[in-house]
């Protein structure tokens, strides 16, 4: 009992040397801070006393330099060398109140010593490159890691400690030469070199970065054909510059040379993909296909270059009748080769998509669906996935009850997560699409706090949408009218869709609605290749509702369209720069700004990298 009662006083004792050292140290930093030297010198002073720490030390002498005590603070160093032979930064730090006396012979004589007094130990020397550095004595870090590459035998160690050394210094040449000697022994450095030449990109405003990482890197691979780590960094270069084409030409290489089974091409692939070059993203999932059925990632390349193939039609051709037929018989065929099973689900989802969107056979869409539920081994998640295409083909087919029905079953089943989100979320739409707004406004505010920010947005949007159209409309009419209209485009019938907007505009000219319809319509007429006519309601929008909510909706539309399909350059500036000045605050500025500095005559490349 004895024991333990010594044993908790001098814990709590300790303790309370500890909180006092804490917070001494606390308000020596906030004096320093202040500039109130003499207050922190006393601090500093006390601590370094206590302490066998070389930082307070370093504090308290530099507040003795300036509090131009240049005698004690010589006096106090050279006693702490004393006391601490084998710690070299107390030489530094002798050398520095040397250099502050003007005595330059001296101080180069304490900084020689130290490094002299160098051994074969990592700590020690950081510690003293860390101590030049403080003092921005780059030439002398520089010495020290030199040294200390000699002393421990080792040609590449401190690559990353010389190369921030070097960037510093500005010296970017042998910083970027210092990162890539991080890969020499291999690839296990590649993402942490990734990391910094990616700040160093970031740094980058006329490529002159970019042009030297670049042939370091192609010199390095000419050097050491046989060490891939230099062409996987080049390829990552490449995907930062978006450079795709440069990036599948080099990563091909890499996998021919280590016979690899196209893991790193089917990445790339997905990156272009991402980057809407579905091109390049083609022909490297073509790559790994050809290699044969014996490749492990032969299926996983068949579904990714037909999941690409399926998003170039969404995008860019959904009005090419030949364009869909191709691609569905793309997909029959994979499906066919593969089987339908859990392994093909994805394809199958989307293959149902395909003939209920854009083919309108809906009845065949949702046999194919309705069977695919119930293959074995489904993953929850997939299954959810296709029983929400289920529901929207259903809908399409204007089946509402049993759309609603299925809706609520995956809702149920994933409570509180995105996918039961996204069901709320399409639950809600319909109601929506059929006029029940109080349901449908109840149930979207829930979702505004969703965790996804794809859902949160387009709830809040149909949310808003509604609220402000019926707040002073009680009848609602002319809501319903317009979720009539949004059913119709929904489920491809844009004929019935553009009747019902223009009865609108006729018989509700003066209602809240308007903006929206002309919106509408503007966007029925783009998809309808009428730009003429797309034109004339963005500029109605535009001339009548600039600073309603869709104001900047229609104003970058509109000049993307001068910009890509009239191709009129100065027209697209005069719009691009409208919207900067007009709409600073507008989701669109980014890119508008990116496509008015090229319009401009500024550097495109640069611009990628800074953004």
């Known amino acids: 009992m004895k024991h333990q009662y010594i044993t908790i006083v001098l814990v709590f004792f300790t303790f309370q040397i500890f ?55 010589e006096k106090v160093v050279k006693r702490r060398v004393k006391k601490y032979p084998n710690e070299l930064a107390y030489y530094v730090d002798l050398g520095h109140v040397y250099e502050v006396q003007g005595n330059e012979s001296k101080s180069k004589q304490s900084y020689e010593k130290a490094i002299k007094k160098l051994t074969a130990n990592k700590n020690q020397i950081i510690r003293l490159a860390n101590s030049f550095r403080m003092k921005r004595k780059w030439d002398f870090a520089e010495i020290v890691y030199l040294e200390g590459r000699k002393l421990l ?85 490449y995907i930062q510059g978006k ?3 440069k990036a599948f030409f080099q990563a091909k290489a890499i996998d ?17 993909r991402s980057n809407k070059n579905f091109d390049l993203a083609t022909e490297s999932f073509n790559y790994v296909i050809n290699k044969g059925s014996n490749c492990t990632n032969h299926y996983i390349a068949n579904e990714e270059l037909l999941h690409t193939l399926f998003l170039k039609y ?31 689900i994805k394809l199958v989802k989307e293959f149902g998509h395909i003939l209920a969107f854009y083919l309108h056979k809906k009845d065949e869409a949702i046999k194919i669906m309705e069977e695919a539920i119930t293959y074995k081994n489904i993953k929850p998640e997939q299954l959810a996935y296709c029983k929400l295409e289920l529901a929207d083909i259903y809908l399409l087919q204007g089946n509402i009850w049993e759309a609603t029905l299925v809706y609520a079953k995956v809702e149920k089943t994933n409570k509180n997560n995105p996918i039961g989100h996204e069901a709320k979320f399409r639950k809600a739409r ?26 949160a947005n387009d709830a809040f949007e149909l949310s808003q949408l509604i609220n402000d159209n019926t707040a002073l409309d009680t009848s609602e009419t002319a809501l319903k009218m317009f979720a009539l209209a949004d059913l119709f485009l929904y489920q491809g019938n844009n004929i019935s869709a553009e009747s019902v907007f223009d009865s609108i505009l006729i018989i509700f000219p003066n209602h809240s609605l308007i903006d929206e319809v002309y919106l509408r319509k503007a966007k029925l007429m783009l998809k309808n290749e009428d730009t ?60 508008a700004r990116k496509r008015f500095r090229t319009l401009r005559g500024d550097n495109p490349e640069i611009e990628e990298v800074i953004n």
């Open 532 to 591: 003429e006519m797309a034109v004339e309601y963005y500029q109605k929008l535009i001339d009548n509702y600039a600073h309603d909510i869709y104001g900047d909706d229609a104003l970058f539309a509109l000049a993307k369209i001068y910009d890509y399909r009239y191709a009129n350059t100065e027209k697209a500036i005069e719009l691009y720069q409208k919207l900067l000045t007009e709409f600073p605050g507008s989701i669109f500025v980014v890119e």
């Open 430 to 455: 319909l109601a929506y699409y059929a006029g029940d707004f109080q349901w449908a406004e109840a149930q979207l505010d829930v979702l505004k706090a969703s965790t996804s920010k794809l859902i």
């Open 256 to 272: 021919k040379r280590n016979n690899e089974n196209g893991n790193r091409i089917i990445s790339l692939g997905k990156v272009a």
């Open 153 to 237: 035998k080792d040609n590449t160690i401190f690559s990353n400690e010389m190369a921030n050394n070097f960037m510093a210094q500005r010296k970017y040449n042998l910083m970027i030469d210092e990162y890539l000697n991080m890969l020499t022994y291999g690839s296990s450095s590649l993402k942490s070199v990734q990391q910094r030449l990616q700040s160093v990109l970031f740094m980058d405003v006329n490529d002159d970065l970019k042009n030297l990482i670049k042939q370091n890197l192609v010199r390095r691979i000419q050097a050491n054909p046989n060490q891939t780590q230099y062409s996987e960094l080049l390829v990552w270069f």
């Open 19 to 73: 909180a006092q050292k804490v917070s001494d140290s606390r308000l020596a930093a906030e004096y320093y801070r202040s500039k109130d030297f003499a207050k922190a010198a006393v601090l500093y002073k006390k601590l370094s006393e206590n302490s066998s720490s070389q930082t307070y030390f370093t504090y308290y002498v530099n507040c003795l330099i300036e509090l131009k005590e240049l005698a004690n603070a």
């Open 314 to 344: 969404e995008i860019g051709a959904k009005n090419d009748r030949n364009a869909v037929l191709e691609l569905e018989n793309k997909y029959k065929n994979t499906i066919n080769k593969f089987g339908k099973s859990a392994l093909t």
């Open 243 to 245: 450079e795709f084409d």
